[in-house]
């Protein structure tokens, strides 16, 4: 899951096993939540979004689950492969022109 | 292909320089943005333009300087009053700044020596 300081957390999986990564966002207004991959060196890609008047989102291998409750952010990766090795950061827009991007897990997909 | 350049990939500053690093988008989106990244560290916004010829500061602009004379660039200047610059900087842009996603460049590391 998402903490912050200076480490980041990290997820180790096995190879075709699901990973599921954990975010709290802090803004209950926010309306928008972002998931991004950041392999190492490079920019973030966008993986998945999802609006606040969803619960769930499937895309290809991938779900995020949103729960307003206690404000938490998951996304669920079926199936993990190497490829799949990388930073992991949600990020939650709560005004327009405010977005938040958490610290990142980082996620290692042992072959 | 469209998409975000940003160059050069690595930078070497001496102190008391400024440098400057470029991001150039073709995806015809309107508002681009200037972030930092430390590790272990979330993205801390600089400098963001919603429009051609407008900017405003974002959480961490002290030291640093930013031009929107075209839609499709928005370099950022480095300033010698910024105390620690050694980073990964990243640029992004989205179709306006209200609840879309942002598409990143590769980033550009800037390194003081």
């Known amino acids: 899951g998402e903490s912050v300081g200076l480490h980041l957390p990290t997820l180790s999986v096995q190879e075709g096993d699901n990973s599921i990564i954990n975010c709290a966002y802090s803004n209950s207004a926010s309306d928008y939540f972002i998931w991004y991959k950041q392999e190492s060196g490079k920019g973030p890609q966008f993986i998945i979004d999802i609006r606040s008047n969803m619960d769930k989102r499937q895309g290809q291998r991938v779900t995020v689950l949103l729960n307003k409750t206690v404000k938490h952010l998951s996304l669920q990766i079926a199936a993990t492969q190497p490829g799949d090795s990388a930073v992991y950061f949600c990020a939650e827009n709560y005004s327009y022109d405010k977005v938040i991007f958490g610290p990142g897990t980082s996620l290692s997909v042992i072959p | 292909d469209g998409g975000i350049t940003q160059s050069p990939k690595y930078l070497f500053r001496k102190e008391g320089q400024n440098v400057t690093l470029s991001c150039e988008q073709n995806l015809n989106h309107d508002a681009m943005y200037w972030y930092r990244q430390d590790p272990g560290q979330g993205l801390r916004l600089i400098y963001y333009?919603?429009?051609?010829?407008?900017?405003q500061k974002g959480d961490i602009a002290e030291g640093y300087s930013v031009s929107r004379e075209k839609k499709e660039s928005f370099p950022l200047t480095v300033t010698s009053a910024q105390k620690n610059p050694t980073a990964f900087y990243l640029c992004a842009s989205s179709i306006s700044t209200q609840n879309y996603g942002y598409t990143f460049g590769s980033g550009t590391r800037l390194t003081v020596v």
């Open positions: 333009s919603q429009i051609v010829n407008d900017f």
